[in-house]
C-alpha cells in the first residue's frame, strides 16, 4: 500500500479529494480508500469524475481490488467506466448500469476485501440507490488496532455515507428519486451505529453518527414546519417556486435548485 496517497483519516481508510469542487460538491468529491494496514490492496469508494490524474492516483495507492459506488451522480460515478479500465477490478453499485463484471450490492450484506469487513447498508432519500458502507473493525487515526478478534471491535467503527450525510451543512433531497421519508428512515437506520465516525462523500470527517443524524432530523423537522407555515401564508396553490424563495430566503442563489428539490421532496411527504 502507498501510504502516501490521500489523506489518513481513520486506521482503515484515506481520502484522495477529486479536483471538481463547487457549490454542491464542496472542496471536492471524496474518493475513499480502504486497507488494512499492511495490505496491497485497496477498496476504492467512488472513483469521483473522469480526471486522468485523480483516477491515477487512486490506481496509485495499491492493488485495487473492488470499486464500490455510494450512488448513482456524476461526481461520484463519471470515472467509473476509466478507472475499470485503468484496474481491472469489478464495479459494485446499488444499480446494475454502473457495475462492471460483479453484480449489485444488496442491503445487509457484509464485503471482505482488502482485509477489512465492509458491511452494505441501503440509505435512500438522497437519491433512491444511496448506499452506505459501514466499517465496524475501524478506530481513529493514531489508535492502537484495529483488531479482528472473537469479541467486539476495539474502537466505534465508521461508516462512509455518500451524500447522504456530508461532512457540513444538509444534503439536497434528488426529487422525485429521493425522498423524505426514505431520508429520515435513512437516518434513523445510521443513527444505530452510535459513535461510529462520519467519513462522508463531501467534507471532513464528522464524529459520533448517532449525534449527527439526530442533529439532521432534528433540522428536518423545523424545515417541515417552515413549509407547513409557507403553505399556510401563500395558499395551498403557491408554486413551488413561492415557497422556496419563502422557506430558503438566505441561500445564495446559486444553490435555489437544490433547493427546490429537497421543497419538492418536503411536499411530497406532507401529500402536495
Avoid at 476495539?154 to 461532512?167: A, F, Q
Wanted: glycine share 10%.
Amino acid at each position: 500500500m502507498t501510504e502516501d496517497t490521500g489523506i489518513r483519516t481513520t486506521a482503515l481508510t484515506r481520502r484522495q479529494i477529486a479536483p471538481n469542487p463547487g457549490p454542491m460538491t464542496l472542496e471536492g468529491t471524496n474518493s475513499w480508500l480502504i486497507g488494512a494496514p499492511g495490505q496491497e490492496d485497496v477498496v476504492v469508494v467512488d472513483p469521483g469524475p473522469a480526471d486522468r490524474g485523480h483516477l491515477a492516483v487512486l490506481a496509485a495507492a495499491g492493488r485495487t481490488v473492488l470499486t464500490l459506488v455510494t450512488h448513482r451522480h456524476a461526481d461520484h460515478t463519471e470515472g467509473v467506466a476509466d478507472f475499470h479500465a485503468l484496474t481491472g477490478a469489478p464495479v459494485r453499485a446499488f444499480r446494475p448500469e454502473f457495475c462492471r463484471d460483479a453484480p449489485p450490492l444488496a442491503d445487509h450484506e457484509t464485503i471482505e476485501a482488502a482485509g477489512c469487513r465492509i458491511r452494505v447498508l441501503h440509505t435512500p432519500g438522497h437519491t433512491s440507490d444511496s448506499v452506505s458502507f459501514h466499517l465496524p473493525d475501524d478506530v481513529p487515526a493514531g489508535s492502537p488496532g484495529p483488531a479482528r478478534s472473537a469479541g467486539p471491535a476495539p474502537g466505534p467503527g465508521s461508516v462512509l455515507t455518500g451524500d447522504t450525510i456530508l461532512g457540513r451543512g444538509t444534503t439536497m433531497l434528488d426529487h422525485p428519486d429521493g425522498s423524505l421519508g426514505d431520508y429520515l428512515r435513512s437516518l434513523q437506520r445510521l443513527a444505530v451505529l452510535g459513535a461510529a465516525l462520519v467519513l462522508p462523500a463531501h467534507g471532513d470527517v464528522r464524529e459520533d453518527v448517532e449525534a449527527v443524524c439526530e442533529e439532521l432530523l432534528e433540522h428536518r423537522m423545523e424545515r417541515l414546519a417552515e413549509v407547513r407555515e409557507a403553505l399556510r401564508d401563500l395558499g395551498r396553490g403557491a408554486s413551488l417556486e413561492a415557497i422556496t424563495e419563502r422557506v430558503y430566503a438566505d441561500v445564495p442563489a446559486h444553490v435555489l435548485p437544490a433547493a427546490r428539490s429537497s421543497v419538492g421532496a418536503q411536499l411530497a411527504y406532507l401529500g402536495f
